[in-house]
């Protein structure tokens, strides 16, 4: 069984969280209370019921929504944080991924977390970085488990908890001590074509054997129902509230948009002024999703750490197909899925394929644009 202790003393311990930061951090500048306070309603809720597969063992991934071998989509999937600076590019292994969520870290830049339903046959993924308390959520949103190389101190608390299934580059950090995860120095790798810390990757032999060494289960929980609502074999979903081919989600210093083809009937994903590049395919990145989900943030403390609320609900908008749809999206559960929801309260429906999540501050809407 995979170490899930649903302690109500979980969300107790989490109000603590920045007092155990001190040694790493400045005083907060706003009350983060809500990220804590967030997090103590940790029942896990939905059917049991899993889907039968058909005659070629083939069921529909909760990731993509795509049929894909069951064995597949019924174990857990890996989710691996990928840095995201100019130092680093090209990366390794997006182009691979199900799902990116794209969310902020300090000085205005993004990093990445990339989750895939299969990883066999990669041999290099990264350049993995350090984690922030925001991602370890969405992980948790999809039953994932975590990878990352570092942490920042507000992290700390949640990885080192039997929520967490997570590898980890680091076997100690200063100020806090010894962090849960870290399977030996094998796990990853350094590279000699750019310097540190923008080298360090992993791979599936690498990720196969952290997962047998730390006893972690493989299998998804009985419970979970998956987190998007995709559109069924052979048909296309398109949206209603108008045309977009072009989405900017924010002002961000990598300057991230998307441009539609209509050719490809994919976003196609820029970046640095440049097409997003995949080292290990030389192609642009492209998906078939994109999802602009709005979170209240403030700061933890003067270093510029930000407290992403992933748990409040907000306005939302989701492209496919060269459409848009504005729309809000909930949680029933701090630890279940994020639901996207129309005018009507009608859960709102994706394309298979792959989704990109750009998380986006409340107070930063002005930064959007589409046409």
Known sequence: MKKRVL???FGTMMLGLAMS????????????????????DITRTGSTERETPD?????????SGELKDADIVLSRPMAVMINNISDAMPQSGLSYADVIYEAPVEGDITRLMALFDDYSGLSK???????????????????????????????????????VNNISGLQYQDQVGELNGYAGEDIFYRTDDRPAPHNAYTSEDGLNLAIERLGYSRVLDDDYTGHFKFAADGETVTYTDGTATYIQPSLYS???????????GKYLRYQYGDAHIDEMTYEQLSVDNVIIQYCP?????DNGYLNVNTNAGGDAILFTRGTFQRATWEKASDWGPARY?????????????????????HNRTEDTMFE
């Open 7 to 9: 302690a109500v003393l």
């Open 297 to 301: 943030v403030v700061y933890y403390d």
């Open 21 to 40: 930061a001190v040694g790493s951090a400045e005083a907060e500048t706003e009350d983060p209370s809500w990220h804590q306070d967030f997090r103590t």
């Open 55 to 63: 005659a070629n063992n083939q069921v529909h991934s909760y990731l």
């Open 254 to 264: 990598n300057k991230p948009h998307f441009e539609y083809s209509e050719e490809s």
């Open 341 to 361: 929801y129309d005018a009507n309260g009608e859960e709102i429906s994706l394309n298979q394929g792959t989704t990109w999540v750009c998380i986006v501050s």
């Open 125 to 163: 993924i990264g350049p993995i970085r350090s984690c922030r308390d925001y991602f370890v959520d969405f992980a948790l949103e999809f039953d994932a488990i975590y990878t990352h190389f570092g942490q920042a101190v507000y992290a700390y608390d949640l990885l080192n908890s039997d929520m």
